[in-house]
């Protein structure tokens, strides 16, 4: 892939690119979040800076990302197994309702200069219990949106690249919200940002389908989810993968407040600055992906941009100016976008229907679950190293990662290959 590649050079594939919004119920879903989306990373930029201004501790910060994620880890198998049992739709509007309540009480406790770190450490673990419960529903909906099977690569990618616009858009308005008028406002902000996702997910409307409640009890579901998703090799694969993503690639983004003062020397508006060069490289990433036909070649995207984050991370450790690691976390945000959202359309496409919140719940267990315990002890190697290194250390075990995978890769076409026939993507070779 080369950076020709990136952008596309038909009218028809930019048509592609937006070719999910035809289904009214993702159009409206996509509005709603995009506009909770920059709320959610307003929030997230707040908390770092609050986080490290009250202590100046990088463990803290490593701290506060564990406690926000590790619910995840814990909980997602089980609530996967809601997702397959129960209305999604319904328990992600729930979910977003909890995550305002738990944005309000963050705001008024800034706002009336009450706050205190066990605040952020209790609070940021309520938020991860509802992102328990969120992920799998939210991943598993995606496919219930669109009208046509054949656009779930396409509202994939595009969820990324709202996600990444949003990761654009909020930390620039929370580093200048923050400077002028403090943290408080940014969760206030966020507190009413939820409510366009609310409403939209109330407005969507999604044929009841004759799903199957089987007398399986919740022990046995949970159980024929671990066997599934376990017995599958490239499911199997691409779990383990994440793991590793998210132990020592992905913890750099909580480690980037203290980045931003130690290394760079700057202020809030600096971090704003970084989390914007980081979701325009995805939002990059993202757009590119949409703008794909087809899934095949999906691997190789993976193993090379895999390989390309853990290259960003190296050039990061030894970066000490704002615009070399502008340009560096660019290519971080592109590499990263690119390798999640080819596993994330590799998994929903492989896995079945009646399995797919539990599959997604392992997703969500492997990318949310995991990066706390890396966000925990980026933190603690962090504060004993210090920063340069531990990204150095996280740069080459991501390296040696994703060259790992793409040696891997002929082994897995093996499994996918006849997966893609039967779901009609690669075509019915004849046997004499």
Known sequence: MTINNLFPKDLESIQHIFSSLRSRNYRIYFTGQGISLIGTWMQNIAMSWLVYRLTGSVFLLGLIGFTSQIPTFVLAPFTGVLTDRHNRQRIMLLAQVFFMAQALVMALLVLFNVIEVWHLIVLSLV????????????QSLVVDLIGDPKNLGNA????????????????AIAGITIAAVGEGICFLLNTLSFLAVIIALLMIKIPISPVSKKAERFRDGFMSGVHYTFQS?????????????????????????????????????????????????????????ASRKSVIGLGGI?????????????????????????????FGGLSMILSLAAINT????????????????????ALMGTTPIGNL????????????????????????????????RKTLRKYVHPIYIDRGILPQIPVD
């Open 127 to 138: 938020f991860g219990i509802i992102s328990a419960f969120d992920a799998p529903a939210r």
């Open 377 to 408: 002890l980026a933190g603690a190697v962090a504060s004993g190293i210090g920063i340069s290194f531990t990204l150095l250390a996280g740069g080459i075990i991501t390296i040696l990662t994703g060259i790992g995978f793409q040696l891997h």
């Open 233 to 289: 090799v490239p499911i199997r694969t691409m779990i383990i993968l994440l793991v590793f993503l998210s132990m020592a690639g992905f913890p750099f983004i909580i480690l980037l407040p203290a980045y931003a003062k130690e290394i760079l020397h700057g202020s809030s508006d600096t971090l704003g600055f970084l989390m914007s060069a980081l979701g325009a490289g995805a939002l990059t990433g993202a757009l590119f992906m």
């Open 156 to 171: 994939i990618a595009l969820n990324s690249a709202l996600f990444n616009g949003a990761r654009l858009i909020g930390p």
């Open 302 to 330: 993976i193993s090379w941009n895999v390989v390309l984050l853990g290259l960003s991370l190296v050039l990061a450790s030894f970066s000490t100016r704002m615009h070399y690691s502008l340009i560096v976390f660019f």
């Open 346 to 365: 590799m998994l929903q496409i492989i896995a079945d229907e009646d399995k797919r919140g539990r599959v997604m719940s392992f997703y969500a267990m």
